[in-house]
């Protein structure tokens, strides 16, 4: 049973004055945070905001934390510690592996992507026709809302290369086959990114079970701070071309956030 008190305690802006009175159903635009991650976040700017992986204590445990961040959130979603990074948002993310695909592919391949997305998961993809990618849309049913996947493989040929679609659609709220999808683009040799910005906070799913190459997640939506969490698995990002600093290529997790993480 869900004890929502209990839950409640755990979010101080059900006990905050100003906010009293107001409920908050918007829930695209973030979750309140608990009172865990602001004792973490606090602590970390009080004792440990220093350059962090040093010689000395405070730099040291900051880097620990960090690196506890990504043992714990990885193991969560099934997938390796180097596998999982955190960027300023899902859109910046999109936008960072777009430039990557951008370099990747070749004029006249293809990426499907979906009328059922957020922005973020299509935007950035779709702009990449300016460098010769062919765009095509797996359409939803305008009866239900629905993506049918037997209208996927009418698109999917040798010269698609990626998928892009939403695991939770925050358009219709339609929960995708994820797995079923996935097998289906693997089949036909291309790879799957899968925003789950909108499933994330009903539960955090095992990534390495869904087989989706790329998954994208906020962290602001799930009582978090504000930032996005990025999985490419290995086979993937060791292929795609290092978007970082050239002196971090080397690290798969550094791939593919250029502007580093935010330490806290
Ligand atoms: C389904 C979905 N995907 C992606 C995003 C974008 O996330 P971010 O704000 O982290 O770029 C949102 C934001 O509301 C969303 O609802």
Redesign the pocket.
Known sequence: MLRTEFVRLQLPAFSEPSLEGWAFFEN??GSYTCQHVINSLSRFYRQRKVQPYGSFPASQDGGAEMDEARTRLSSILGVDYDELSFGP????NTYVLAQAFGDFLDSGDKIIVTDQ?????SGPWRRLVERGIKILEWKLDPETGQLDPQKLDDLLDTKVKLVCF?H???VVGAINPVKDIVEKIHHAGAVACV?G??YAPHGLPDVGKLGADIY?F?T??TYGPHQ?AMVVRRSLAEKLPNQGHHFNGGTLFKRFTPSGPDHA
Do not use: F, R
């Not at 997305?117 to 998961?121: G, L, T």
């Open positions: 695209a635009g948002s899902t859109t910046t997305d957020h922005e973020a998961n939403p939770c659609s925050n925003d910005v909108s994208l906020s602001y939506k996005g």
